[in-house]
């Protein structure tokens, strides 16, 4: 059955969290800086399989992430990938993880963009991003009802 669920947008409240295979960014300071420029409070964890009950059990905390941004790149690509970024979106989305997810590319859109979309995916940023570019893609990804 598919649900869609209205997720808390508060502008004041706005928090997120950017998921890598290991904890570490490659551009991580361009991409927390261009967050935080648009009003994010940042958390970086490593994707680990137990991250969507994490978030899950998190619902309605002060803390809680309204984004999800996946490293691709930290993760690696198609079959070398420790885990592909449309793995992570589709085990958020059964986990029925109600929060908007948006993938950061290293050279913007690649090959695997339609798949990440049709697991969920609301949209891609291009690494290095702009301040400018993170702000549409969060307030598009925000905007846009959740299908879980």
Known sequence: MTQTHVVNRDAAAQQALVVTAS???RQGREVMRALRAVGYGVRHVAWTSSLPTDLVQARGAASAPTVVLI??????????AVIAARAVIAALHAAEVDIPTVVLTPFGPDDDVIGRLRVGAADDIGLPPTTNEVREVL?????????L
């Open 23 to 25: 904890g570490t960014l």
């Open 71 to 80: 490293a691709q790149a930290s993760l690696g690509v198609a079959a070398r």
């Open 139 to 147: 307030t598009r990804a925000l905007a846009s009802p959740l299908v």
